[in-house]
């Protein structure tokens, strides 16, 4: 663990430092943080991000802790747009898949929609086994151990 908080401090990357400084945030426990996208595409538009430093969407892989990190990063989601934006049109929550990506920190995006301005939806766009944008439920598919899609299937 000591590890792991030196490679961050050592690493410019701008979420780590978030989760480094003591700025107050939208939410925050010993795995994930949330807070207001700087530059925001909808009506609320947050961020949830692992406090851990996993790079992309390609680095979570069939595991219980993965899977249980993202349904967590995603129920903090949905708890803080319901909390602040319960009349917005429709909730949104997915991450962009490398290429398509900014910022190198694994980062739920979380929409209230409308997209403001419009075309920002546009951002937002799955190209389907191309990549773009994949929704939350979706990856949680593709990551979901396959003991419990077994247990699932055998009720
Ligand atoms: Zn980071
Ligand atoms: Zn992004």
């Known amino acids: 663990m000591a590890e792991v908080a030196s490679t961050a401090a050592a690493s410019p990357c701008i979420f780590c430092q978030i989760a480094r400084s003591s700025t107050p ?56 747009l319901q909390q602040d934006a319960p009349h917005s049109l429709q909730h949104r929550f997915g991450f962009h898949q490398p290429p398509c990506n900014s910022i190198n920190h694994l980062h739920l995006h979380c929409f209230a929609l409308p997209f403001i301005p419009r075309w920002k939806h546009l951002k937002y766009l799955s190209f389907g086994p191309l990549g773009g944008f994949i929704e939350a439920e979706k990856l949680l598919e593709k990551i979901k151990p396959y003991c419990m899609e077994l247990h699932g299937r055998l009720g």
């Open 25 to 80: 945030l939208l939410h925050q426990d010993d795995k994930v943080l949330a807070f207001q996208d700087i530059n925001p595409s909808a009506f609320r538009h947050y961020l949830v991000i692992p406090v851990e430093h996993i790079p992309t969407v390609k680095d979570l892989q069939r595991r219980p802790e993965d899977y249980s990190l993202v349904s967590h990063m995603l129920n903090v989601g949905k708890f803080l």
